[in-house]
């Protein structure tokens, strides 16, 4: 059973770069099948994917975000990674990463998600 | 990309059936079987419910069950239980230029 496990500051400045990395365990990142997400939830409001990536380092982001996203991925920590750069208020969100099933396609299985604070 | 359109809340009794609608365009839910709906309780992680339209993950209730007529995909839940009470979450392939989207979520009361 795979898991998924958000770590990283929980409190970002307006204007710099907010830093997320997921730990998988449970399940190599080195799989064929998977692409590894970032959806993230502001407070009281919906869903939205940030961007999915997978472990050879391809990559697609949401078109709304991408001037601001970069991910990575690490496969000798099983870890994949999230940066968002210039953030403002409006990025106060809880971010989950997630497992992708193929591309473009459904998220089977999610980090418990961890809230980022954009905040002076 | 605007989201899918989802009822802010949806209600129902103990043992009754209900629905969720999800309306998308044709250029997102009309295009592709690539519909999932997920389950997310209050402070939890969003649960997969289905995905490609209709297709049940092991461990999700029979009394789930999901469908899609054109721009519109549907989530119905049977035999009402307490525990349904949650947020209910659809999302869509929307091509190779915006990708996933999601509905806004539907607050599913049990009365």
């Known amino acids: 059973q795979v898991q998924l496990q958000e770590s990283g500051p929980r409190l970002a400045k307006p204007s710099e770069t907010l830093s997320l990395t997921c730990s998988v365990s449970?399940?190599?990142?080195?799989?064929?099948?998977?692409?590894w997400a970032w959806i993230r939830q502001p407070p009281g409001r919906g869903l939205e994917w940030i961007g999915s990536?997978?472990?050879?380092?391809?990559?697609y982001y949401n078109p709304s975000l991408k001037s601001r996203v970069t991910m990575s991925v690490d496969t000798s920590k099983n870890q994949f990674s999230l940066m968002m750069r210039s953030v403002t208020a409006a990025d106060t969100a809880v971010y989950f990463c997630?497992?992708?099933?193929?591309?473009?396609?459904?998220?089977?299985?999610w980090g418990q998600g961890t809230l980022v604070t954009v905040s002076s | 990309q605007s989201a899918l359109t989802q009822p802010a809340s949806v209600s129902g009794s103990l043992g009754q059936l209900i629905t969720i609608s999800c309306t998308g365009t044709s250029s997102d839910v009309g295009s592709y079987n690539l519909v999932s709906w997920y389950q997310q309780q209050p402070g939890k992680a969003p649960k997969l419910m289905f995905y490609?339209?209709?297709k049940r993950p092991s461990g999700v209730s029979n009394r789930f069950s999901a469908s899609k007529s054109g721009n519109t995909a549907s989530l119905t839940i049977s035999g009402l239980q307490a525990e349904d009470e949650a947020e209910y979450y659809c999302s869509s392939y929307a091509g190779s230029n915006t990708f996933t989207i999601f509905g806004g979520g539907s607050y599913l009361t049990v009365l």
């Open positions: 997630a497992r992708e099933v193929g591309s473009n396609s459904y998220f089977d299985s």
């Open positions: 490609e339209v209709n």
């Open positions: 990536i997978y472990y050879s380092g391809s990559r």
């Open positions: 449970g399940g190599s990142i080195k799989s064929d099948t998977f692409y």
